[in-house]
T-cell receptor, first 109, second 116 residues
């Protein structure tokens, strides 16, 4: 079954502390992995994708095929990072995106 | 470019009624996908339209149907509304690039549907 699991509904982190949002997936094949973010009163937008191997707003995500994980990390949290984060996957030549339930990241001052 | 636009913003219907939601894709995009996002859940794929045809479909009943027009805009229709259809309905558009490239989907602000 194709599935994305985000075990934490809410994650509270102090400003300046490291952040790690967990994501595990189940997929038969080699999916493309994404992190989408939704800031307050804004639309859902792409944060980063595995294939690009970019660091966006200080966030990185490493694909671990053995553990089927794609955790999102940032070394030093900022208040503007507070948002809803969704891990997602898409199959090759298959544009539909399968989303996890999301993790709300709350950065404490 | 306003990006992906959706109308209406909010909608209230009663059980058994029918509803039509509308989406205009981002300029230069020709593929439109629809997602349902229930409260506290991630978006769930409903279907995708390309070249005015439904190309893919998720696990949604036939009460959910759609259409794409020659200008790439799209409609989502839901018949015989149920209380469980209350959700945020998101539209996303994609540029049609090489099929080996994983396209980014650009999302609209959504239409909040409440079924009473």
């Amino acid at each position: 079954a194709q599935r994305v699991t985000q075990p934490e509904k809410l994650l509270s982190v102090f400003k300046g502390a490291p952040v790690e949002l967990k994501c595990n997936y189940s997929y038969s094949g080699s999916p493309e992995l994404f992190w989408y973010v939704q800031y307050s009163r804004q639309r859902l937008q792409l944060l980063l994708r595995h294939i690009s191997r970019e660091s966006i707003k200080g966030f990185t995500a490493d694909l671990n095929k053995g553990e089927t994980s794609f955790h999102l990390k940032k070394p030093f949290a900022q208040e503007e990072d507070s948002a809803m984060y969704y891990c997602a996957l898409s199959g090759r030549r298959d544009d539909k995106i399968i989303f996890g339930k999301g993790t709300r990241l709350h950065i404490l001052p | 470019d306003a990006g992906v636009t959706q109308s209406p913003t909010h909608l209230i219907k009663t059980r058994g009624q029918q509803v039509t939601l509308r989406c205009s894709p981002k300029s230069g995009h020709d593929t439109v996908s629809w997602y349902q996002q229930a409260l506290g859940q991630g978006p769930q794929f409903i279907f995708q339209y390309y070249e005015e045809e439904e190309r893919q479909r998720g696990n949604f009943p036939d009460r959910f149907s759609g259409h794409q027009f020659p200008n790439y805009s799209s409609e989502l229709n839901v018949n015989a509304l149920l209380l469980g259809d209350s959700a945020l309905y998101l539209c996303a558009s994609t540029p049609q690039l090489d099929r080996d490239y994983y396209n980014e989907q650009f999302f609209g602000p959504g239409t909040r549907l409440t079924v009473l």
